[in-house]
């Protein structure tokens, strides 16, 4: 799933919270943009990621750019197997 961090017009704030069950690992990568560490949370039933942004410049409309040129916040879940959780690799 892809997030955007730039829009047509500049932002004060942008918050993105993504809810995980604990039976799923959780990736996310930056496109454009400095990386940053999430504010985490666990609960019995999953893991809360936070990240916070302030003063967001707009995204120059670039007829010609390509769609990857924009900066977003990159993430994918992965349900994690029996198999996987035991440790067998397979």
């Not at 993105?16 to 990736?27: C, G, L, P, T």
């Not at 019995?44 to 990857?68: C, H, I, K, M, Q």
């Not at 924009?70 to 067998?88: D, E, K, M």
Request: net charge positive; proline share 8%.
């Amino acid at each position: 799933m892809e997030f955007p961090l730039a829009g047509p017009v500049p932002q004060a704030g942008l918050r993105i919270e993504i809810r995980v069950s604990n039976d799923s690992a959780f990736h996310y990568a930056f496109n454009r943009a400095a990386s940053m560490d999430p504010k985490t949370s666990q609960t019995g039933y999953g893991n809360t990621f936070v990240w916070e942004f302030e003063n967001l410049p707009a995204l120059a409309d670039e007829l010609l750019a390509p769609r990857s040129a924009s900066r977003s916040c990159l993430s994918r879940r992965f349900p994690i197997g029996n198999r996987l959780r035991a440790g067998t690799g397979a």
